[in-house]
């Protein structure tokens, strides 16, 4: 009888726990369905804006802060971001209409104005100051000179480009002819270099983050320069759309800006390890530690405006370097290229 009686409990308790579970299976799923219908209208009220970076760099670590901190959803914008991996092609997205914004060196808005295009494409907010890229060699130079490097063979950048021509500004300034005192390899692809650098091919290389520490690292490279310090204030990279992209789109912009602006006042205010951790979602493939020596580098060279302010004579030294490395045959006019209306705005 007691035997009986325990096995009638034991499927009293098994049908509870079936119904239970079946009520809470039902009310995850109605709960679930709430949050995800949530998420789609705080989605469809946002304005979709895709941006095509040259390249993803933790050179550029304001615009990651902005993203991951969600001030561009703050801002009402749907953020869709892509890595063009080069000027050039960053540039024709934004041409052909696949990007309405592109984060690029500021000489291929040069180019394609000198190009005659009609419905051109304008830049409207600066973020580096400096260049992000470093010299490295393939022993420790302690007392390193760029006098260094004549008639050494060196791992350049592609021709044109603002890595390969603020290099060259630096060689010239240091009374070194690009062309006659060293070899400069322009033959590898971007993103390539430090692999052959590192498989014996030159005698330097000039390398973007991680790149320079992760040759350190692997002990077969030694960063001996910057070329952000050595070549002084440059507006390195910045933020531009089409003409007509930026007269119907106003408030995007305007909304697109006050973002960055909050990223750029983000790493002002905080140290290279809260930089490294609030980035970090951006490149799984990179350590922590990592990280933040590379943010630490570029934070102790002043590589981030506390502004997104394009000034003329920043516009005017950039196409200086272009002459210089015979890319420029008419200087463009600033008040055509470079709108500082949102940056202005932002920065109040």
């Keep these: 009888m007691i035997k009986r009686i325990s096995v009638l409990l034991l499927l009293l308790a098994l049908s509870m726990t079936a119904l239970f579970g079946c009520s809470q299976t039902k009310e995850t799923k109605h709960a679930s369905a709430i949050i995800n219908t949530d998420k789609t209208n705080k989605e469809e009220k946002l304005t979709p804006v895709t941006l095509n970076e040259v390249a993803h760099s933790i050179f550029y ?16 914008i749907n953020l869709n971001l892509v890595t063009g991996f080069g000027a050039d092609k960053t540039m024709t997205a934004v041409i052909s209409g696949t990007a309405d ?26 973020l580096t100051q400096r260049a992000g890229n470093f010299l490295v060699a393939r022993e420790e130079i302690p007392d390193f000179h ?13 021709k044109g480009g603002m890595p390969e021509m603020v290099f060259e500004y630096i060689l010239r300034q240091n009374g070194i002819d690009p062309s006659k005192d060293l070899i400069i390899d322009q033959s590898i692809d971007f993103g390539s270099t430090a692999a052959a650098f590192a498989e014996g091919n ?3 290389t000039v390398e973007f983050e991680p790149g320079a520490t992760n040759l350190e690292k692997e002990e077969k490279g030694y960063v001996v320069a910057s070329l952000g310090t050595d070549s002084g204030y440059v507006p390195y990279t910045a933020f531009s759309a089409k003409k007509s992209y930026i007269e119907k789109n106003a408030d995007v912009i305007q909304g697109f800006t006050d973002a960055l602006q909050k990223g750029m006042d983000y790493v002002q205010k905080h140290t290279p390890k809260e ?3 609030a980035i970090a979602p951006q490149f799984k493939e990179t350590n922590l530690n990592t990280i933040e ?11 981030w405006k506390d502004n997104l302010i394009f000034e003329k004579k920043s516009f005017e030294l950039l196409q200086d370097i272009l ?8 200087r463009a006019p600033y008040n ?8 202005e705005k932002a920065a109040k």
Excluded: C, H
Aim: no cysteine.
């Design 323 to 330: 002459e210089s490395a015979e890319e420029l045959d008419t």
């Design 293 to 303: 020596t590379i943010v630490s580098r570029y934070y102790e060279q002043d590589t």
């Design 202 to 204: 030159a005698d330097f």
């Design 275 to 277: 930089i490294a951790e």
């Design 336 to 343: 055509k290229l470079v709108t500082t209306t949102f940056a």
């Design 146 to 158: 760029w006098t260094d490097l004549k008639d050494k063979k060196v791992l350049g950048g592609r």
């Design 101 to 126: 914004i592109g984060f690029m060196g500021s000489e291929a808005s040069i180019y394609a104005y000198n190009e005659g295009a009609n419905d051109y494409v304008v830049n409207f907010a600066q």
């Design 61 to 76: 670590a304001p615009m990651y802060v902005a993203i991951e901190k969600g001030y561009f959803e703050e801002e009402g």
